[in-house]
């Protein structure tokens, strides 16, 4: 199966609601190929409800999700995956009974790949990432750090037009947050995609995003250039607000 790479992913005027929850109102975002786009917001603002919206995993109601024009609201989370948006979990959700290399495999197969040409891809991304442990080496005993950079390596083997990352920073290091960060830098030239980046670390949004959509209750707040978003008052009243962590801070 050879896909075309797609240019433009659009989130036009998203709604959704769990019961009285309002997830998000009314909330457009546009990322584009070549582009790192950060999402962030308090919790509970709707950042994982607009992955999952993008990804399939949610239907909004209403809204479209739209790539290069084509409506692709409809299409199950799978079809989302086959068609070009990958994605990382805000836990990591590896396949547990199977092993490094598997998980990556089975993510290459899933987008037409040879069984030799998904091994072999799965090879090369890891070692891209940093991976150094075993390939055989089962999914339910990983060190965490390790754990989420495979989940990030195995939405990369769906060759995916965009990637997601929910908070793949969480719960690293400050050395493992630099690596992390040199590896989302190097995304879009290396893998021809555009990357949304969810992550309380402020560090890693403003060192890595091109651009910043902040969401906040489920509305969108702003978006700007780190630089915009780092002194926009609404932005510094919303997170001044909340019990933020020190990480979390935004200035
Ligand atoms: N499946 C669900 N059922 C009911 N309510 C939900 C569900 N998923 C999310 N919510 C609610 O929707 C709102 C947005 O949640 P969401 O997980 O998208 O926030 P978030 O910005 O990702 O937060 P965090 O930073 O804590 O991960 C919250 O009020 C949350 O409690
Ligand atoms: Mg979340």
């Not at 239907?59 to 692709?72: F, H, L, N």
């Not at 920073?169 to 400050?174: E, I, V």
Request: with cysteine; charged share 20%; hydrophobic share 40%.
């Amino acid at each position: 199966m050879t896909r075309s790479r797609k240019e433009k992913l659009e989130a036009k005027d998203i709604h959704v609601a769990f019961g009285g929850v309002r997830a998000l109102s009314g909330v457009n975002l546009t990322l584009h190929a070549g582009d790192i786009l950060g999402l962030i917001g308090p919790n509970g603002a709707g950042k994982t409800t607009m992955v999952n919206v993008l990804t399939g995993f949610q239907k909004p109601s209403p809204g479209t999700v739209i790539v290069d024009g084509e409506d692709i609201s409809a299409l199950s989370a799978r079809k989302v995956a086959q068609f070009g948006i990958g994605r990382s979990f805000q836990s990591a959700r590896l396949f547990r009974g199977l092993t490094v290399a598997e998980n990556l495999v089975a993510a290459g197969l899933g987008v037409g790949l040879s069984r030799k040409g998904a091994a072999a891809q799965a090879q090369e991304i890891l070692s891209w990432i940093g991976y150094r442990q075993g390939l055989d080496r089962g999914c339910d005993s990983l060190p965490y750090s390790d754990e989420r950079r495979i989940s990030i390596a195995r939405a990369l083997a769906l060759q995916p037009s965009f990637v997601l990352l929910d908070e793949p920073a969480s719960g690293m290091n400050d050395q493992e947050c630099e690596q992390l960060m040199e590896t989302i830098v190097n995304i879009p030239q290396r893998f021809g995609c555009g990357v949304m980046l969810i992550e309380h670390n402020m560090q890693v949004i403003m060192g890595v995003c091109h651009r910043i959509h902040v969401l906040d209750g489920g509305k969108s707040l702003a978006e700007g250039s780190p630089e915009e978003i780092r002194k926009d008052p609404n932005v510094l009243r919303a997170y001044l607000g909340t019990e933020a962590s020190k990480k979390d801070a935004i200035i």
